[in-house]
């Protein structure tokens, strides 16, 4: 009996420490970094204290300036580096969008289907995946020594805990109506401040003439957006994905069906026809229509689709941005204007 | 037995207007309400460029047909395993039949699309006869497998594991929403070209259960009394498993996992027209269908307007269902 | 880091502020938390197991996880990102609803399986695999309502991992291990009891129905507290009781340590095999089980019956 038992205790303890030891192994560098000298900071997220670690061959690292600044965004502050060069993006591809509009290049990325989505190709050039969306790899990110990380406003709290073991974390807003607030972070973090307001007040600018000229022309159309996922037609709710630019900037009317929507809704292809739209715009990814490549085709050939309004007048707008644009960021939104003022605003 | 048979035969006579009322039901009432004339109309004076005749034909009458016919599938299915093993919890859903279909389509859906219709169908087929033979398989070896409790359990368990594997396969290929829009089957997106397609593979399926149906009854006697009888036992258990595998496999492939529907239905038939399975069956097709049907209508307005998956409603009355059976049978095996 | 800085970093030898964030923060709370699951798992299948006479019967059927999973879809579909608790209390928000989800759900199997005033344990079962079908799908229409963002992050919850373990998770953990684990062992020879017929087991003076309620408590205990923290795992607490019988015997007393144990190695290999196989990209602990798992016991009950 006795070796039975620790046979078993011994089986798991080798296991156990297996996993303690392997873990990563694939990017093994050593633990002594060679990097550049870069500031590490440790410290939990509200902590004012930060440790610079001097590496091989660097000589005692100028601190006399300030080695922290401190960051408001969205009514929390933020103690982080002075320099922050080495930013982690993870979780929120609403940051990774902007940093395209930015041109922040991260040194650690979100990668989907285990690669960077080709949308992301102009700034993932010095980018390291740091796992997939919703799952960080803590050791990859605390190997690639980041001075600051944007995490998600979705994490779940332990994993946002876990970030800020390693450096500074700052949950990047999800919601659409702080992408202001989003861009100016982004400009604080890389010392572009002046590029962020130049772009926020430009969107305004595009904003209010393309709203003087679309009001008249589309004031009492139907105009709708809809989302193609597994071959379904998903419709949104009133916050949610474009619908707030189109109804809320824009001015646009809102349809009783948008309305009735919470968050993302299937519509059947009836109930289209039944609000039909005078103008209608459809994002289709082939990422999210895996099992239904075809369905966009086969919802422009349906002869229930022909009979909307927006079919028969040719005002069917198909990925008018990116469909791997979340929507609700500064990138989205600029995108969309350009492409709406464009398609329609003559 | 002469009173007994009085109201099968009524429900199967009545059968087919029911089913023309609760087609028109459907029809009728929609998105969009739309007159009994226009559908007239729509059917026999068609007019291509009428946006509600286009919507009667293309959308509605399918999905109505669709419901009808997978409904009629699914309770013939649980009839059929029900008289077979002999235990009131087989069905296709339960027992993993459906679960080696769907976990059989995603990982086409993940490997070789585009699928053809067809192929859809086939691979459905491999799926559920899948499903099954593991499912029973493992009742068979172990012992007192073929209870209730066990056989409901394992079919739980091969369920997951399928559904964890395709879980598995899905992940690496970051397509998760599109597995759960699967398992909720999508009765409005009905394609017409599919239900012509599955309809040979349906009759085949329907043929076999009518004509084993005697033969079932004699089986839902017990093991050793009908091979007293003379009768070859492991044939009739052989194709009866075939013909559930192909029903089962024709009416995920058309609408994806729809659960409930064939472990209710055989009950309330055998509620209304007694042990014989001669009746059991066809029954159990028509409530099955009209059942299904009424979901659909259900599920088309509880969320107006917008459209509620079909398993949830099914699950409505499914769960409780579900729950009364075990209150009423316990977990034994039935005498 | 290769296995000699690991052991110089649990040594406190030449310590680097790095590899001890690694070690302590993330891969020693994982291997703790993961350990402690698997234990709470192995155990109370193998409890559960013994008190349905049922050798199929697995913790994650009864519907605990199926109502735990229910509770934190709703808090995420619901509350999506608008309550912030900070600190302690918003990392433990999931783990407490699932916590309660599960032990509701729990609580009403408990009371449904009720035949006559005495518990069923044949209907427990099929009341678990009811309520389990009914919670599933309102979390599944919850779900395909959410944006895809949230949905995912559901789906890996669902599907049970481990990934985001923390010193908190461990020390909610814990105590629900220390509290319940003696109340079962201690039962153990009741347990061996309960084998065998109801009228015999009566007989030899054991309070059957109170005896049973006890130890359902207990194990449903461990379940609903290791779902909460890890999502739902499943087949542990199938498979470990069997490998256990087969390494020593049928007496309860030792089964249920062992169980406990196997649970551990389980969710060890498990785990490393789901951190590794796809990297960076991880598999979930609770898939890995299951794909892995069950054709072991498949073939463990082909085994058993020659």
Known sequence: ?346 | MQRKTILPTAILLMAPAVVAFIIMLSVLYGAKSIHAQTVWDAVFHFDRSSVDHQIVRSSRLPRAVGALLIGCFLAVSGALMQGVTRNYLASPSIMGVSDGSVFAVTLAMVWLPPAHSVSMIVVSLVGSAFGACVVFGLAWLIPKGMTPVKLAILGTIIGMFMNGVADAVATYNQVSQSVSFWYNARLYQMDPEMIKLSVPFAIVGLGLAVWLSKSITVLSLGEELSAGLGQRTAVVKLLSMLAVVLLTGVSVALAGKIAFVGLIVPHIARMLSGQDYRWIIPVSGVIGGLFLALCDVLARFVNYPFETPIGVVTALFGVPFFLYLIWTRGGGQRE | MSVLDVAKTLLRIHSNSDYDLVVFQFRLPRIVLGLLIGFALGVAGAVIQGVTRNGLADPGILGINAGAGMMVVLFMFALRGVVDLGGILSVLMKPMLGLAGGLAAAGLILLLSRRGGRIDPQRLILVGIALSLGFGAITLYMSLKMNPQDFEAAVVWLAGSIHSANWKYAMALLPWIVLMLPIVWLRADKLDVLQLEEVSAASLGLSVERERLVLLVGSVGLVAASVAVSGSIGFVGLIAPHIARRLVGLRHRRIIPVSGLVGMAMIAAGDFIGKTIFAPAELAVGIVISIIGVPYFVYLLIRART
Not at chain 1, 31 to 47: I, L, R, V, W
């Open chain 1, 1 to 346: 009996m006795l070796k039975k038992y620790s046979l078993i205790a011994a089986l798991m303890i080798v296991l156990a420490v297996v996993l303690a030891a392997c873990g990563d192994n694939k990017e093994d560098k050593s633990g002594d970094t060679s990097k550049p000298a870069t500031e590490t900071s440790t410290a939990a997220g509200d902590t004012s204290q930060s440790q610079t670690e001097t590496s091989g061959g660097e000589g005692a690292t100028a601190d006399a300036s300030a080695s922290t600044k401190v960051i408001k965004y969205l009514d929390q502050e933020y103690t982080v580096p002075a320099k922050t060069d080495r930013i982690v993006v993870t979780g929120a591809l609403e940051a990774m969008e902007d940093s395209i509009l930015m041109d922040i290049h991260p040194v650690g990325a979100i990668s989907v289907r285990g690669k960077f989505p080709s949308l992301f190709s102009s700034i993932v050039d010095k980018a390291e995946s740091v796992g997939e969306k919703t799952e960080p790899n803590f050791e990859k990110i605390l190997q690639l020594k980041p001075d600051v990380i944007l995490a998600s406003t979705k994490f779940d709290p332990a994993v946002v805990e876990q970030l800020s073991k390693i450096a500074p974390t700052i949950p990047y807003s999800h919601v659409s109506a702080n992408w202001s607030s989003n861009l100016e972070l982004l400009g604080e973090l890389s010392g572009k401040q002046d590029k962020a307001a130049e772009l926020i007040a430009q969107y305004n600018s595009d904003l209010e003439s393309v709203k003087s000229g679309i009001v008249s022309k589309l004031a009492d159309k139907k105009v709708a957006l809809v989302r193609i996922r597994q071959g379904a037609i998903q419709l949104y709710a009133s916050q949610v994905y474009f619908n707030p630019m189109l109804y809320e900037e824009l001015g646009l009317k809102m349809p009783a069906e948008v309305q009735a929507a919470k968050a993302q809704d299937m519509i059947s292809l009836e109930q289209l026809a039944a609000m039909n739209p005078d103008v209608l715009m459809i994002q289709f990814s082939e990422d999210e229509n895996a099992d239904k490549p075809k369905a966009l085709e086969e919802l422009q050939n349906s002869p229930i689709f022909q009979s909307i309004n927006a079919a028969k007048n040719n005002q069917v707008l198909v990925n008018i941005v990116d469909p791997l644009a979340q929507g609700g960021t500064a990138y989205s939104k600029i995108q969309f204007l350009q492409a709406f003022q464009s398609k329609l605003g003559q």
